[in-house]
């Protein structure tokens, strides 16, 4: 099952929702408010993930895929 799960979670990663919003993400900002422990920061990023179309997508699609 973890395996599935898995599997399923890269395939959402590669979806075109996945890479719509992974080239809206500043990788760098966010390895640097997880390292310094700013959660406001990832807070105001994931804020800003989930506000868009894609982003609201992505989650249902990750909270159907948890669900199973």
Known sequence: ERRGKTE???KIAE???GQSLSRM???T???Q???S???EALKNMVSKVL???EGKRLAQSLRRLMQD
């Open 8 to 10: 399923g979670i890269r």
């Open 29 to 31: 900002a966010v390895e």
């Open 15 to 17: 979806s075109a929702d």
């Open 51 to 53: 506000s868009t179309d």
């Open 37 to 39: 422990g700013d959660t």
């Open 33 to 35: 408010a997880a390292k």
């Open 25 to 27: 993400i500043d990788a």
